[in-house]
């Protein structure tokens, strides 16, 4: 099976090669894509995300796909490979921002020119006002000769990749697929899919300082990139759990402002259902600052602003038909204690029909955590070593997970998920063993969302599964949480079930269990 879902796609050259076609002369024009019968014209009309585009605008394959090539620089890409891929295919894209910041309609004309060399020329001579003008950190300022086979070069090639992204998720008809209002987006509609999730969790947006090291105290240092973007556990649960086929819903609050709206927009774009979120008039969106290194390690600031954003008893008791309806809930610990409790207990309340419980305890509550009659509604707790010391037993002296995953399955918890440095162990009474899960190879450590991604996926395949959990079950969202590392460089890593397939298909991984009593003869 071919894997198309990122920088090791096959496509990724040829496609690349289509775009260097096109930025010559006066760009990607709707003229030039009607009038060209040639190969590299025809991988761009050719895409699924063209022709979805081109379905829903009822509009020609050109115009659908200059359409999807706009959007792939206006919502996927940041900072000066943006800039520069408006600029060198001429799509103007820019243009109303530079405008509103004041940048003068002749250096906006010659942005969009006819000619290569103008574009280039206009673009190297004001780098630093354009950067300013989108509020982007600038890479450092390139020549003329220089920019084809540096910055532009490389900006054609994310602009490529991100064209794949959308061929793989068929997301084509981003902006189209959204209806709304001028109050919020209207109610996302989504196909058919094989299993109903519910999220609760948080939806917040995520200022996102990429850099290379974090300055020392009272010392700045230059970010080489950043992205505002909606963010959250929740929300990223969400969305991978739809690119992975669900029917998804998320429960959560948001304020009533520009960012919360974006939000809304984001979770319909990517399929999931909005109709059971809290919108809260005259409040400001909750913010996560990050600060993201270049393989991956990042750290991160939470503003919750939980006194004006937040979920009450009243929300929960009005969706607890929705909850007790749907094959599985995902749970994340952004919800203030009391409603991860009723949560837990609302959805358990009748066992034999109850959809499985998935809870992840980021942020941990302090204190104790969450009661021992809650831990003991938890069917799969997914968790990191460090999130466990609330629920170590009294005596235990020094941390150790592994008595602690003992005395919370003693508590009642079915199954502990501990995701560790990319691979996970498993401690089930379920399965009445450990299985221990390798992490796949990547060069990028665990990112914020691989957790999510894992979640995600142990859910898909235990409702593909009929909810029975065995070793090929933890492969699979193992695998699913790999995916995500691999593509860390993306800007959305999220994988479709063809890439975790893929990534299954070239591995030589085998879960290995042991018994609880193999595991203490070998220490």
Not at 120 to 135: G, I, Q, S
Not at 412 to 440: K, Q, R, W
């Amino acid at each position: 099976m071919t894997n198309r879902n990122g920088a090791d796609s096959p496509d990724l050259p040829a496609l690349t090669q289509a775009l260097e076609k096109f930025r010559r002369r006066e760009g990607l024009t709707l003229a030039r894509l009607q009038g060209d019968q040639s190969e590299e014209g025809a991988r761009l009309l050719g895409l699924s995300a063209t022709k979805r585009r081109a379905s829903i605008d009822r509009s020609g394959g050109p115009a659908a796909a200059i359409t999807v090539v706009t959007e792939c620089i206006r919502d996927e890409m940041s900072g000066s490979r943006q800039l520069v891929a408006d600029a060198i295919l001429a799509l103007g894209v820019c243009s109303p921002t530079y405008a509103a910041a004041g940048v003068s309609a002749d250096l906006i004309q010659d942005l969009s020119a006819r000619s290569l060399t103008i574009r280039r020329r206009a673009l190297v001579a004001n780098w630093d006002l354009l950067h300013r003008a989108l509020a982007a950190v600038a890479d450092p300022r390139p020549t003329t000769r220089g920019l084809p086979s540096g910055l532009e070069s490389a900006a054609l090639r994310e602009l490529a990749q991100q064209l794949i992204r959308r061929e793989v998720y068929s997301v084509g008809s981003r902006t189209a697929a959204v209806s709304r209002d001028e109050s919020r987006p209207a109610e996302c509609a989504s196909s058919k899919a094989p299993g109903k999730l519910i999220v609760v969790g948080g939806a917040v947006m995520d200022a996102t300082f990429r850099t290379r090291a974090l300055p020392a105290p009272e010392t700045s240092s230059e970010a080489h990139g950043f992205e505002l973007s909606p963010g959250g556990k929740g929300l990223t649960q969400a969305v991978a759990a739809a690119r992975l086929g669900l029917e998804v819903s998320l429960v959560a609050a948001v304020a009533d402002d520009r960012f919360g709206h974006e939000i809304l927009e984001h979770l319909c774009r990517e399929g999931v259902d909005t109709s059971l979120i809290k919108v809260v008039a005259g409040a400001r969106t909750p913010f996560t600052g990050v600060f993201e290194m270049e393989l991956g390690d990042s750290i991160a600031a939470n503003w919750r602003n939980d006194s004006q954003v937040s979920l009450d008893a009243r929300d929960l008791e009005a969706l607890a038909p929705v909850l007790t309806a749907c094959d599985a809930i995902l749970l994340t610990f952004e919800v203030p204690r009391e409603i991860a409790e009723r949560t837990l207990t609302l959805a358990r309340d009748d066992p034999k029909s109850a959809p499985i419980t998935i809870v992840t305890p980021g942020q941990p509550y302090p204190g104790t955590g969450i009661s021992p009659s809650s831990l003991a509604r938890i069917n799969y707790l997914v968790a990191h070593a460090w999130e466990l010391g609330p629920y170590a037993p009294p005596r235990l002296r020094n941390f150790d997970p592994d008595p602690v995953a003992r005395h919370l399955l003693s508590n009642g918890v079915e199954t502990l998920c501990l995701v560790v440095g990319g691979g996970c162990t498993i401690y089930s009474e379920t399965a009445h063993d450990t299985i221990s899960v390798p992490a796949f190879p990547a060069i990028y450590k665990e990112s914020s969302a691989a957790r999510d991604a894992f979640c995600a996926a142990l859910a898909t395949a235990l409702i593909d599964n009929d909810r029975a959990f065995n070793g090929n079950v933890a492969l699979w969202a193992t695998a699913a949480m790999s995916c995500t590392v691999a593509d860390f460089p993306l800007s959305n890593s999220l994988p479709d079930r063809r890439r975790v397939e893929t990534l299954l298909e070239r591995s030589a991984f085998r879960v290995d269990p042991q018994t609880a009593a193999q595991r203490r003869s070998l220490r």
